[in-house]
């Protein structure tokens, strides 16, 4: 039968071994707190820009302020240039002068031709000087005449006959005479067609001023593209020249709601775990109860304090970003418009060199035109020339007929005039028959007579055949001399028309090139906004560099801050783990009932023993924050959790190890294991933290 206890006294304290712990830990964190920790990081917690971003940014200014622009300004001066020169003054001035000079002048073989078809006499009045004499001869008077002048009578009966012969007239010889003044039906039409025009000329000739319809848009756009600029750059100007750098509206809100977040987070839980944990411990209103308070809310104004820098510098440096992204665009902005007026005015130039190509063109075609017009002209006039020498030598072939019809007629008329004396001499010779002496007179007579007549008539054939070949010599002469001076008019003409040609190629040859020129001043404007933008391309590479190593350095610094921190924060985080694990078994010293039975003192002794004993297993917690690092004197580092039991249905909340991880992490006998069930032994463990 058991006994009824004498005595039942419960009160709650930090069991004996732990209180000089607690005590000599409270007395660090004092000294902590009284010194200032945790300390904050002194210096600027943003790392300076480096020399690579100062020297790119300074140069990146000072070119955009002072750098060299002229390569700009000469292409500028070049594309005005190309769009207001003229044509090439000389070059048009010869192609004019070409057109005018297409008056060839008459044929200097017209005159001669002329004369040649009038019938010129030149040699037709050349005498032979025997042909007096032999004149005189046919008179010759045989003195023995008169002695047979009585035998002259003497009729031969064929006389009459033969006399009738003498006045013989060539049928043909009228003929002839008519075909002198042969006329060639083809001169007509050749004379028509010496003033050919060709059709097409008059429409090519306003071919020259050709004026492309797109011309005069592309003029106005690259007027509109020079007087305006990208709507665009007025919303960059603000942000790229910095006005807006710590302007957010928004960033005191934002500051202001996570400073909030720490301050709830200090009013809700921090504190009300500290008069949780002081109220468990009765040490509500206690010096190390207002310590906690403090530390607390000190660290809660570090806090905010550092999420307000944090915030404010990320802000400022988000806005230098800003800044100078703003200004690249603004820059890239203007380089694009600068780009589109060059294509606008490199547009319109090549619109110009399109229409004075076609207008050389149309030139060129009118000139061609004109040239083939008077081409044909000057072939029409050869035909014309070649129809009139055709005609002549028609008429003096049929003159050299008709006078070779007259010489033979008067052959003719010779034979019967001869026949006629034959009978004559016979009707003659029968009177001398009668008298011989005298018949032989008037048979000396008469045939000196008949020798001078023929002697005469042969002179006068002679002298007639001279006149006939001076005046074919002498045609055949004006002839070649035609021919000659046509064949010189005609290689003066040649000679124009090749000069002309070599002036009109000159003349296309300078336009070529000014338009060469033209293009190449054009390309080289084009590029010089390529070039001015090379300027920064070192300035680029080198910002790159120096955002490389900004970043570089603002991490070293973010380090470092991080080390300084965790070092500042390291003495405060051990003593209030150790602080924790003291107080993860709970306060409970107790003062067990007396009882007379042997299992009431056993009893007792197992409730003496867990007041040294914590419950950590894994098994056991619900896990809510990972606070950090216990460090242990074999170098290992145990994990302190925030966590509650799973049959708390209170669900307070505790701080301290897990059983498991320090079996493993120190082992020995800092861990206890009862009915499957771990537990960290407080005091064992307590050796073997730093």
């Given at each position: ?5 004498k005595?039942?006294t419960t ?6 071994g ?22 904050q ?6 790392a300076?820009?480096s020399k690579?971003?100062?020297?790119a ?6 070119l955009?302020?002072?750098g ?21 003054t ?18 200097p073989?017209?005159?001669i ?20 004499t032999?004149a ?5 008077q ?17 006389a ?13 010889a009228?003929?002839?005479?008519g ?32 004026t492309?319809a ?7 756009q ?7 600029n ?22 005191d809100?934002?500051?202001s709601?996570?400073?909030d977040?720490i301050?709830?987070k200090?009013?809700n ?8 944990q002081?109220?468990?411990?009765g040490?509500?209103?206690?010096g ?14 570090n ?7 944090e ?34 005015n ?19 075609l ?7 017009q008077?081409?044909?002209r000057l072939?029409a ?12 030598n ?6 050299q ?6 010489d ?20 003659q ?24 007549n023929?002697?005469?008539?042969n002179i006068?054939?002679?002298q007639?055949?001279?006149?006939q070949?001076?005046l ?30 070599q002036?009109?190629?000159a ?5 070529n090139?000014?338009?060469?020129v033209?293009?190449q001043?054009?390309?080289?404007a ?12 070192p300035?680029?590479q ?9 970043t ?7 380090a ?14 051990n ?5 924790n ?8 010293n107790t003062?067990?009932?007396?009882y007379s039975?042997t299992?009431?003192?056993?009893l007792?002794g ?31 580092r ?7 039991y799973?049959?708390?249905p ?10 498991q ?18 537990y ?11």
């Amino acid at each position: 039968m058991t006994s009824s206890p004498k005595e039942s006294t419960t009160k709650v304290e930090p069991w004996d071994g732990a209180k000089p712990y607690l005590l000599e830990n409270y007395k660090k964190f004092d000294e902590l707190i009284k010194s200032g920790a945790p300390k904050q990081f002194e210096g600027s917690t943003v790392a300076d820009q480096s020399k690579a971003t100062l020297d790119a940014l300074s140069g990146t200014e000072s070119l955009a302020r002072n750098g060299n622009t002229s390569a700009l300004t000469n292409a500028t001066n070049a594309v005005n240039g190309v769009m207001t020169q003229g044509t090439n003054t000389q070059a048009n001035q010869t192609l004019s002068q070409l057109q005018q000079q297409m008056n060839f002048g008459a044929n200097p073989t017209d005159t001669i031709a002329k004369n040649i078809a009038n019938g010129s006499n030149v040699g037709q009045n050349y005498t032979n000087a025997a042909a007096g004499t032999a004149a005189g001869l046919q008179n010759y008077q045989n003195a023995a005449a008169g002695t047979a002048a009585g035998l002259q009578n003497y009729q031969n009966a064929a006389a009459s006959t033969a006399a009738g012969q003498q006045n013989f007239t060539n049928a043909a010889a009228s003929n002839a005479a008519g075909l002198q003044n042969y006329s060639n039906g083809a001169i007509s039409q050749f004379q028509g067609m010496a003033n050919y025009l060709n059709p097409a000329l008059a429409q090519s000739q306003g071919y020259g001023n050709y004026t492309n319809a797109a011309a005069g848009l592309q003029s106005n756009q690259a007027n509109s593209l020079a007087q305006g600029n990208n709507p665009a750059m007025d919303y960059l100007k603000n942000t790229a020249s910095g006005s807006n750098i710590g302007n957010n509206p928004y960033l005191d809100r934002m500051v202001s709601n996570q400073q909030d977040a720490i301050a709830d987070k200090l009013k809700n839980i921090t504190n009300p775990g500290i008069d949780s944990q002081a109220a468990a411990m009765g040490r509500m209103g206690s010096g190390a109860y207002a310590r906690q308070r403090n530390s607390a809310e000190t660290t809660a104004a570090n806090e905010m304090g550092k999420v307000a820098t944090e915030m404010y510098g990320n802000q400022y440096n988000q806005d230098v970003q800003n800044q100078m992204n703003a200004a690249g665009q603004y820059g890239n902005f203007y380089n694009s418009d600068v780009s589109n007026r060059m294509n606008a005015n490199q547009a319109l130039a090549g619109t110009d060199a399109q229409q004075q190509q076609l207008r050389q063109a149309g030139t060129s075609l009118y000139g061609d035109l004109a040239n083939s017009q008077q081409s044909q002209r000057l072939n029409a006039a050869n035909s014309l020339s070649n129809a009139y020498d055709s005609q002549q030598n028609a008429r003096l072939s049929a003159t050299q007929t008709y006078g070779n019809l007259l010489d033979s007629q008067q052959s003719q008329r010779l034979n019967a005039n001869q026949n006629y004396a034959n009978i004559l001499d016979s009707q003659q010779s029968q009177r001398l028959n009668a008298n011989q002496n005298y018949a032989n007179i008037l048979d000396n007579q008469q045939a000196a007579r008949l020798g001078a007549n023929s002697n005469y008539a042969n002179i006068m054939d002679s002298q007639n055949a001279a006149r006939q070949n001076a005046l074919n010599s002498n045609r055949d002469f004006q002839l070649a001399g035609a021919n000659l001076a046509s064949s010189n008019y005609q290689n003066s003409i040649a000679n124009m028309l090749s000069g002309n040609s070599q002036r009109l190629n000159a003349a296309n040859a300078a336009n070529n090139q000014q338009n060469a020129v033209a293009d190449q001043r054009l390309n080289a404007a084009s590029m010089a906004g390529q070039t001015y933008a090379n300027q920064y391309m070192p300035y680029q590479q080198l910002a790159g560099v120096g955002e490389a190593r900004d970043t570089r350095a603002q991490d070293v610094l973010n380090a470092a801050i991080a080390k300084h921190d965790y070092d500042a924060q390291l003495p405060m985080t051990n003593i209030a783990n150790f602080t924790n694990l003291l107080n993860g078994g709970g306060y409970s010293n107790t003062t067990t009932p007396v009882y007379s039975n042997t299992g009431g003192q056993v009893l007792g002794g197992i409730s003496a023993l867990a007041g040294l004993l914590s419950l950590c297993d894994v098994r056991t917690k619900i896990f809510h924050e990972f606070l950090g690092y216990m460090p242990a004197i074999n170098g290992e580092r145990v994990g302190m959790y925030r966590f509650s039991y799973k049959d708390d249905p209170t669900g307070e909340r505790h701080v301290g190890p897990i059983a498991q991880e320090v079996e493993a992490k120190i082992g020995g006998d800092t861990v206890v294991e009862i009915d499957g069930v771990k537990y960290v032994n407080i005091e064992a463990m307590i050796k073997e933290v730093a």
